[in-house]
């Protein structure tokens, strides 16, 4: 069982950035592949990034590339959405995933996710 916990989110302006963490509990994070996910009002969640368990690899959609890095501390069972540039249409809440995983492998789809966090409120005025 792993329990995931967001924080970082908040209000800032158009331009501004972020940084989202999320903490794991348990002693196997590095045998997890993580995501980031949003969910905005009126529509459905959509992935947003996601990293293998040793981070060698990484995904974005298309809309935040070049502008979010996600990265993940091992040692800290910790993985990180940094966020700049951002844009009012990045407003949303923010979910972290976790998922054990037998590779090293990404996890895009929200169904391949075991292990949800309660959300963070991201919010960007214009």
């Known amino acids: 069982q792993v329990q995931l916990v967001e924080s970082g989110g908040g209000l800032v302006q158009a331009g501004g950035s972020l940084r989202l963490s999320c903490a794991a509990s348990?002693?196997?994070?590095?045998?997890?592949?993580m995501g980031w996910f949003r969910q905005a009002p009126g529509k459905e969640r959509e992935s947003v990034s996601a990293i293998s368990w040793s981070g060698g690899n990484t995904y974005y959609t298309d809309s935040v590339k070049g502008r979010f890095t996600i990265s993940r501390d091992n040692a800290k069972n910790t993985v990180y959405l940094q966020m700049n540039s951002l844009k009012p249409e990045d407003t949303a809440v923010y979910y972290c995933?976790?998922?054990?995983?037998?590779?090293?492998?990404?996890?895009?789809?929200?169904?391949?996710?075991?292990?949800w966090g309660q959300g963070t409120q991201v919010s960007v005025s214009s």
């Open positions: 348990g002693r196997t994070f590095s045998s997890y592949a």
């Open positions: 995933a976790a998922r054990f995983v037998y590779s090293d492998r990404l996890l895009t789809n929200e169904n391949d996710y075991d292990y």
